[in-house]
């Protein structure tokens, strides 16, 4: 009887263990999401090789059947399943990742100055992912209203501008008007603000002008690349909301002329101007073979997108399904050879004039650099 009684305590207390041990069923949870979404090679189920207990997540890592490889549904529906972020790799083995917490909803931007063209883009779950301009030199985001590429952008400007004050030098396209980025007009790293497609039409002849006389200079000195010489300046065209650059069915022949003039700038800024230290960020709410034109997607390898409204548009942004997923204020997907899901760190309006307030030029000295500044390319 004593017996009886005693394995009937030790089989409820496995029972228990077993069921409230969050590993173990961690683990069925997993298995089950295999056989529901049909994961295995006729009767040959992956197999639990080892687990890798970390500080704020486990690792999972399974042998896989002979010719299976991951497989697209299994992240977001490990993730539905087990209400925690995972993330999968494959390395001959198939390694899932489960978050004990999730990604930070709001993260406030305080970063360091540093003497390179480094910028913060966002904190993953267990990194800071910075982007390198001078690896990496054109950039594109994408994003539903309101998700923060505007503040992404401001992001960005506020941190080269405190990293390379003297090298950086910007010519923004706001078509909203330039609310956003007119007031920018008073640093003096901000060559030109565009707030209008006629204004944008000026603004990238001279871009095209001053990319003419580099390259001749280029020629003329043998150079190939801005990164093997002692230049240091870098200049910076940021679009914001670049649809409204591709023409419509009601502009006139000579505006059609005009759309289609800036967006062969920018493409020749993306193809061509690199080399030469010329660095484009086009921003769009709407990605679509019209809005965001193939040269420019196509010779930028750092691609950003936040929420969107269709797996469609998060393909063409960022060659791949995900962004309409992404649910939180902030939060995107940032893909060079690499992708990574972050939330980027909010800067407010106050906060950005509180670090860039000191580059206000004095007009009246302005007036007078000018003309000599306008034609002359800095060496270092
Ligand atoms: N990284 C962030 N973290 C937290 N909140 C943010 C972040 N970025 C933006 N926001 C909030 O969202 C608001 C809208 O951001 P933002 O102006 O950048 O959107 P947008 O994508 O440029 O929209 P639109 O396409 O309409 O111009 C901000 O005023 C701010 O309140
Ligand atoms: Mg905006």
Redesign the pocket.
């Known amino acids: 009887m004593e017996f009886i009684i005693g394995s009937g305590i030790a089989a409820v207390a496995l029972y228990t263990a077993a069921k409230w041990n969050p590993a173990v069923s961690e683990r069925k949870k997993i298995e089950h999401v295999f056989r529901n979404i049909g994961y295995r090679v006729k009767d040959h189920e992956p197999t639990l090789v080892r687990r890798n207990k970390k500080e704020s997540s486990m690792e999972y890592v399974y042998s896989v059947p002979f010719g299976l490889i991951d497989d697209p549904k299994l992240q977001p529906t490990l993730e539905k399943t087990l209400s925690k972020p995972v993330e999968i790799k494959f390395r001959g083995k198939l390694i899932i990742k489960v978050y004990n917490k999730s990604l930070s909803k709001?993260i406030h931007y305080d970063e360091q100055v540093t003497n390179d063209w480094i910028v913060p883009i966002g904190y993953t779950l267990n990194e800071q992912i910075r982007h390198d301009f001078d690896s990496i030199p054109h950039m594109t985001i994408a994003?539903m209203?309101?998700?923060?590429?505007?503040?992404?952008l401001k992001l960005i400007l506020t941190q080269l501008i405190l990293n390379k004050p003297d090298d950086v030098e910007f010519y923004i396209i706001d078509l909203?008007g330039g609310l956003e980025f007119g007031p920018l007009e008073k640093l003096k790293q901000i060559k030109k603000v565009a707030s209008n497609v006629r204004e944008a039409y000026q603004v990238l002849q001279e871009v095209q002008k001053n990319i003419k006389r580099d390259m001749q200079l280029f020629r003329s000195n043998d150079y190939s690349n801005v990164l093997d010489t002692s230049i240091k300046k870098r200049t910076f065209i940021i679009v914001d909301?670049g649809a409204q650059l591709s023409p419509g069915k009601h502009h006139t022949k000579d505006e059609k002329q005009m759309f289609n003039y800036c967006q062969e700038v920018l493409s020749e800024v993306c193809r061509v101007a690199g080399a030469l230290g010329y660095r484009n960020i086009f921003c769009t709410?709407y990605p679509t073979a019209d809005t965001l034109p193939r040269q420019i997607k196509q010779n930028s390898d750092a691609k950003i997108s936040?929420r969107l409204p269709t797996g469609i548009a998060s393909r063409v942004a960022i060659d791949e399904q995900g962004a309409e997923e992404l649910g939180n204020?902030?939060r995107a997907i940032y893909r060079t050879h690499t992708k990574h899901v972050l939330?980027?760190?909010?800067i407010s309006d106050d906060v950005m004039w509180s670090r860039l307030g000191r580059y206000e030029r004095d007009a009246s000295v302005e007036k007078e650099d000018q003309a000599s500044r306008d034609n002359t390319i800095e060496f270092g």
């Open positions: 709001l994003g209203t309101r998700q923060g590429k505007t503040v992404l909203k909301e709410q936040f204020v902030g939330q980027v760190p909010f």
